[in-house]
């Protein structure tokens, strides 16, 4: 199960599992568009306030996220904020 507004994990599994070759331009379009909102919602909120599932499922994309694009961690908040020059000045 899902958090309000997230996608749960069957949806991401079944995402994953099923060839690009095989899905529409709409499918492609529509997907990078919910896994991005998707991202944004896993950084904004924090994982404390998450269900089991939740929390856990964003924990492994972090991890692969920062596998994949070598970050440093930090949400997408933190980025943010630190780019904007509002960040933490320790």
């Known amino acids: 199960m899902s958090d309000a507004g997230r996608k749960d994990f069957h949806t991401k599994a079944k995402e994953g599992m099923t060839p690009d070759s ?3 331009t709409q499918q492609k379009l529509t997907e990078t ?3 991005a909102g998707d ?3 896993r950084g904004l909120q924090p994982d404390s306030d998450k269900g089991v599932g939740q929390e856990t499922s964003d924990k ?3 991890s692969k ?3 994949v694009h070598g970050s440093s961690g930090g949400s997408i908040l933190d980025k943010t904020k630190n780019a904007l020059g509002m ?3 320790h």
Do not use: H, P, Q
């Open 60 to 62: 492994l994309g972090r």
């Open 65 to 67: 996220d920062r596998e």
């Open 22 to 24: 095989t899905k529409s």
């Open 87 to 89: 960040g933490d000045k």
């Open 39 to 41: 991202t944004v919602a």
């Open 33 to 35: 568009v919910t896994d």
